[in-house]
């Protein structure tokens, strides 16, 4: 298992402002996750973070909007840039464990509301 | 899109009563997974079944999988005013990469005491 610190737990931010998010994981892990979810709907993966590379972006999101880094094997950070009222979701942060049978532990979520 | 379609998309039950949610999805599988979500809190897994088990156990949660029909149902017995959140289930892809889960739309259980 893995216990995931996530911060902060909510925001309140101006459009066009930016924030960054951050993720802590008590353990070495190769992987991270970064996953919005918009109000009422299902988790979007928006990108795999790896140490020591730049991170993988699903279709959709985009290295300038949502610059992420990954300095070592147990921290990553998210920053949502240029915000703007649709940027108001949940994010989240995620590990997985396991090689065949993946289990996947999230930190409790950024709620980010843009005004 | 998403890989997995829970329904119903909210279920209102009372304390006691059982609690059924299914899921379907599209592609084949390594292994399913369901996760609760507590009031737009983080996930918390519960229960995983590979893709060639069809039917799992624990504590007051069963949950079967159908390949051939490719849906999944999560039963949680004996239901509790704190069984009350969002219930998830995940797909993990056959012939790639196990970490990428993709998610569906989740089903809204409440649970009125």
């Known amino acids: 298992s893995a216990v995931i610190s996530q911060k902060p737990s909510r925001d309140i931010c101006q459009r066009g402002t930016s924030l960054t998010i951050q993720c802590q994981v008590d353990?070495?892990?190769?992987?991270m996750f970064w996953y919005r979810q918009q109000p009422g709907q299902s988790l979007t993966l928006i990108a795999t973070a790896n140490q020591g590379s730049e991170a993988t972006y699903e279709s959709g999101f985009v290295i300038d909007k949502f610059p992420i880094s990954r300095p070592n094997l147990t921290f990553s950070t998210l920053t949502v840039s240029n915000m703007s009222p649709e940027d108001s979701s949940i994010y989240l942060c995620?590990?997985?464990?396991?090689?065949?049978?993946?289990?996947?532990?999230f930190g409790q979520g950024t709620r980010l509301t843009v005004v | 899109s998403q890989q997995g379609e829970e329904d119903p998309q909210a279920l209102s039950i009372q304390e006691g009563e059982n609690a059924t949610m299914n899921c379907s999805y599209k592609?084949?599988?390594?292994?399913l997974q369901w996760y609760r979500q507590n009031s737009g809190r983080g996930l918390v897994h519960l229960i995983l079944?590979?893709?060639?088990?069809r039917e799992k156990h624990s504590g007051r949660l069963r949950v079967t999988l159908d390949t051939s029909k490719k849906s999944s149902s999560l039963l949680i017995t004996a239901s509790r005013a704190a069984d009350t959140a969002s219930y998830f289930c995940a797909t993990g892809p056959r012939g790639g990469s196990n970490y990428k889960l993709t998610f569906g739309k989740g089903t809204l259980l409440t649970v009125n005491p």
């Open positions: 353990s070495q892990v190769t992987m």
């Open positions: 995620s590990v997985a464990v396991g090689f065949r049978d993946t289990e996947a532990f």
């Open positions: 592609t084949s599988i390594n292994n």
């Open positions: 079944i590979r893709s060639n088990e």
